[in-house]
């Protein structure tokens, strides 16, 4: 067999990935493990809204599909226990948010704290929340880039394991930016996820730690 198989072995770490969009992170992942680089076990992948391409990749790929369709319920915390369900019936080692756009309510994220993990598209801690593109580029800042942290209950607030940095143009507009970062994302995710399922990062008394070391700083990669 030269292709591992998208659903792995025993051994492997169970994996779960939310998505709200287009999948381009999800699809980082999948290759990454079609390519036997990344050895982990890609359970489910969870939309909170249907018909996004994202599923049609996870699909492609022979990876089960669940969407909590958030519009669907009356009440924001209906919809909020119905993902929790979902997530606690595919029994994950490990949530990989990818451009998932939902706030995490605080029992989930307490469920699996040490366990989620999150792409976030700044050099955190600047510009948690949305449009950080648009920030980042008002502002004035020289650089921008992108962010792979622990999840917490406070929003992108959880401490940082990589980032990929790139240097901010001239005429850089949103898109332009977003594409240079987002090529980044592609590469720093799929490490991170391999270092959690290696056993070698863990979230422990507050802070992200790397082959037995604390982390003060996040590991950076700066664009190539
Ligand atoms: N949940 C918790 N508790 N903590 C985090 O750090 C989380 C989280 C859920 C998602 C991703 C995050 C990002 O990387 C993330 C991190 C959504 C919003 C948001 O405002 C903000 C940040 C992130 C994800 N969502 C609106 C909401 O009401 C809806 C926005 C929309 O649908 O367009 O949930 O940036
Ligand atoms: C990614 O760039 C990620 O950083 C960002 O959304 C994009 C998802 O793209 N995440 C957030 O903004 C989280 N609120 P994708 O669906 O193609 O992977």
Not at 50 to 75: H, M, N, S, W
Request: glycine share 8%; hydrophobic share 40%.
């Amino acid at each position: 067999m030269s292709i591992s198989p998208i659903n792995g072995t025993r051994a492997q770490i169970r994996t779960v990935i939310l998505i709200s969009g287009s999948g381009t992170n999800l699809q980082a992942i999948i290759n990454e493990v079609r390519s036997g680089e990344l050895e982990i076990n890609l359970c489910a992948v969870i939309s909170d809204r249907p018909g996004i391409q994202g599923l049609e990749r996870a699909e492609q790929a022979g990876i089960p599909t669940r969407v909590v369709d958030y519009q669907k319920f009356e009440q924001r915390a209906d919809a909020d226990t119905a993902l929790g369900r979902e997530l606690e019936s595919t029994a994950p080692d490990l949530v990989i948010l990818a451009g998932f756009m939902r706030i995490l309510p605080a029992e989930i994220v307490t469920r699996y704290r040490g366990h989620m993990l999150n792409i976030h598209p700044s050099l955190l801690p600047k510009y948690r929340g949305l449009h950080t593109y648009r920030r980042a580029i008002e502002a004035g800042d020289s650089h921008h880039g992108s962010t792979v942290h622990f999840v917490t209950a406070e929003l992108d607030a959880g401490p940082a394991i990589v980032q990929y940095r790139v240097p901010i143009n001239a005429n850089e507009t949103e898109a332009s930016l977003a594409a240079r970062v987002q090529q980044g994302e592609y590469l720093i995710y799929p490490r991170a996820i391999c270092w959690f399922a290696e056993g070698r990062l863990r979230l422990y008394d507050g802070d992200v730690w790397l082959d037995n070391h604390r982390q003060t700083q996040p590991a950076i990669l700066n664009e190539l």
